[in-house]
């Protein structure tokens, strides 16, 4: 491999370009075959809400929407996403900006609630919420464990979770 200076280069990859549509935009870019939706949002896009734990779709961190629809993006092919709306934790705030005027009534429940701690897991937790909310905005206690037994968290015991999803909920009926 050539080199330069003490860093190796990167080869190109070559694949097949194909477009993705996330969190409202199209993207162009180059995949193998093998590629996941995981690998691509994180590596070719810069989304890095989309976090990688397993790898193989046993803690949900890497929770996406999908045309609405919550699925493991380190088990999803990313070609089978090409025609689909994507959403990840970034397209959740209403402008695309990080601040507290700007963030989804999810993301303010979890922050005014305590409803993360080391953080890892609440992208994915996030996404699954929203899916729930979308398809749901009145959910039961079993609903939301429902909705929450495909995401891992180490940390809160999901008591503080499951009262930051209901302040969710609460807040986005009310403005209805």
Avoid: H, W
């Avoid at 953080?119 to 919420?129: L, N, R, V």
């Amino acid at each position: 491999m050539e080199q330069q200076g003490n860093t190796p280069r990167k080869p190109k990859r070559a694949g097949d370009r194909i477009e993705i549509n996330v969190n409202g935009k199209n993207y162009s870019v180059d995949v193998k075959p093998y590629d996941t939706l995981s690998r691509v949002l994180r590596e070719e896009l810069g989304l890095f809400g989309v976090k990688r734990g397993c790898d193989y779709g046993g803690c949900g961190a890497c929770t996406v929407s999908i045309d609405g629809k919550a699925f493991y993006s380190c088990m999803f092919p990313v070609q089978y996403a090409v025609g689909k709306k994507v959403l990840t934790v970034e397209g959740l705030a209403k402008s695309g900006e990080l601040n507290k005027e700007s963030l989804s009534e999810i993301q303010y429940g979890f922050l005014e609630n305590g409803g993360l701690q080391c953080g890892y897991c609440t992208p994915g937790i996030m996404i699954a919420t929203n899916c729930l909310l979308d398809s749901n905005p009145n959910p039961t206690l079993g609903e939301v464990q429902e909705a929450l037994s495909g995401n891992i968290c180490r940390c809160t015991g999901y008591g503080r979770i499951i009262e930051s999803i209901f302040a969710a909920a609460k807040q986005r009926r009310e403005k209805v």
